[in-house]
């Protein structure tokens, strides 16, 4: 019945390409630019016969949780170089890149002693530190991530206390910044002899079902003060004891490790190379990495299995583009997008021969939008395409920036980081959390997805047209004060000295 089914999708797909792609601008869609019928046969091997689910079972079954310079990490890299060149990709590599400091989880174990007595479920937060060996008792004083100077400059009153982030009253700054500032109030607290620091990223609640959500509290940030996640429903009944005057009292014991210096990780690269213009090159691809409570399936095994599947479809439809499609599995994602921030520093050399980006990282829900990466010049000729899909799906085409993935560096250089927005409302349960397993994907969604990743990476390589060509400095400065992302880069000091020096040479808005 399944392949019924995908089979009719396959049939509206070819009427689709035909008759969607019409659009009132003078841009062309697959019908009038000659990609339709390798877009046809792509569409047939990617629907009917995708090995996409097969590659995030191997992923999260045999390989498990891949934190980035961990032995797991490495084990990750090596399947996705013999993936690549079992299915025939060119030029497969894994390229190395320096981690700052690896982290190794250990155990995390918290009980409420008064006003009455149980356990508690926490998880460390990633490349945070721990409590004395056998663990350390102290009382849970709440602290307000809407206040952070305050908190910083009354430091001492944590000494021996557990700080409990909530939020109180107005935020007296943007939410990056007080991200940013949290940092800094961790510091402080390890310096002041705090226990260990209750709160999650941006200083949030768990999102309930008794899970637990990690991360990392900043790009390449360590602490040496322990920081946890609780459980929604465990932190809630301390917010309640604090709100009746009640101070609970804790015992906490977590045990992390740190490497003593830089640790080595790869992206896993392979390619397709282009018939016409193999200089001129579109990445494609999803992070690797993942975080270890569970198998990393949502975040992120279904983009890397995109990936495979979207390279293996195009691949078994026997079709080459024009120019070249260049498949990557970044590592480093949830350190600080730090696999592909060193993809961009390694191929600075050739950037300007570069298409742009093509990511997909946002869970386990179908596509829903191509996010431009701040090109808005590149809207109008992109929609007819988007158009072609309808049938198959309703994808929106929009202009806006992704800055949580790696999509990031490429807009940050100027070209389209496009981002495959999905619909996925269950990823605040899988998002880094005990959660995040192969149970969570639908294998007909994850075809799908990656079925139009492969379509929506051969359009934009074999367009006769050149899709995109990186922007000048100047107007990637102004695009991103325009989408408010200068904020995030500035506050974690990964503003470019040349931005700098535009703003101050013209200002910001001009």
Same mark, same amino acid.
């Given at each position: 019945m399944r392949k019924i089914l995908v089979g009719i999708l396959l049939i509206a797909l070819v009427a689709g390409l035909g008759v969607r792609a019409q659009n009132k601008s003078a841009a062309r869609g697959p019908n009038e630019d000659g990609t339709k019928p390798a877009l046809v046969k792509i569409a047939g091997e990617g629907l009917l016969d995708s090995h996409a689910f097969q590659y995030l079972t191997e992923l999260s079954d045999d390989i498990g949780p891949r934190v980035s310079g961990s032995p797991q990490a490495q084990k990750a890299v090596e399947w996705g170089v013999l993936k690549m060149k079992a299915m025939g990709l060119e030029n497969v590599h894994g390229e190395k890149w320096q981690l700052w400091r690896g982290w190794t989880r +250990? &155990?995390?174990? *918290?009980?409420?002693?008064?006003? /009455?007595r149980r356990p508690l479920h926490i998880d460390a937060m990633g490349w945070t530190g &721990?409590?004395? *060996? +056998?663990?350390?008792?102290? =009382?849970?004083?709440?602290?307000?991530?809407? @206040?952070? =100077?305050?908190? /910083? %400059?009354?430091i001492s009153r944590l000494n021996g206390k557990v700080p409990l982030l909530v939020m109180r009253g107005e935020p007296n700054k943007s939410f990056i910044q007080l991200f940013a500032q949290f940092g800094d109030f961790l510091r402080a607290a390890g310096k002041a002899g705090v226990i260990a620091v209750i709160g999650g990223q941006g200083g949030g609640r768990a999102e309930g079902m008794n899970l637990t959500h990690t991360g990392i509290l900043g790009f390449d940030a360590d602490f040496a003060i322990p920081v946890v996640s609780m459980t929604a429903e465990d932190q809630g009944q301390l917010e309640r004891y604090l709100a009746r005057g009640l101070t609970p009292r804790v015992h906490f014991n977590v045990q992390n490790a740190f490497s003593n210096g830089p640790v080595e990780s790869a992206n896993v690269v392979g390619e397709i190379r282009g018939r016409e213009n193999p200089e001129q090159i579109l990445v494609v691809g999803g992070h690797l990495d993942s975080w270890d409570l &569970?198998?990393?399936a949502t975040d992120n095994g279904m983009g890397s299995s995109c990936t495979l599947g979207a390279a293996d479809a195009i691949l078994r439809s026997g079709v080459r583009p024009r120019r070249t499609i260049r498949f990557v599995l970044f590592t480093g994602e949830e350190q600080g997008i730090d696999g592909s921030f060193a993809y961009v520093k390694q191929h600075q050399p050739e950037m300007a021969n570069h298409l742009g980006s093509l990511i997909l990282d946002n869970g386990q829900g179908p596509v829903r939008a191509f996010q431009l990466g701040g090109r808005d010049d590149l809207v109008e000729s992109f929609r007819p395409f988007a158009a072609a899909l *309808? @049938? /198959? %799906?309703e994808v929106k085409v929009e202009d806006k920036v992704e800055d949580g993935t790696d999509t990031f560096p490429f807009s940050i250089a100027g070209l389209p980081g496009i981002n495959m927005d999905q619909d996925s409302p269950d990823y605040k349960y899988t998002h880094h959390s005990a959660a995040d397993a192969l149970e969570a994907v639908k294998p007909d969604v994850l075809a799908q997805d990656a079925t139009l990743m492969a379509l929506a990476a051969y359009w934009i390589a074999d367009r006769p047209e050149r899709f995109a060509s990186p922007w000048p400095a100047e107007r990637t400065v102004k695009m991103l004060v325009a989408q408010h992302e200068d904020g995030v880069l500035k506050a974690f000091g990964l503003w470019p000295k040349a931005f700098s020096d535009i703003e101050k040479k013209d200002g910001p808005s001009n």
């Open positions: +250990g &155990s995390a174990e *918290a009980e409420l002693l008064t006003p /009455i &721990s409590t004395p *060996a +056998g663990g350390v008792d102290g =009382d849970v004083v709440p602290v307000n991530l809407f @206040d952070l =100077d305050n908190e /910083i %400059r009354n &569970s198998e990393g *309808a @049938d /198959i %799906r």
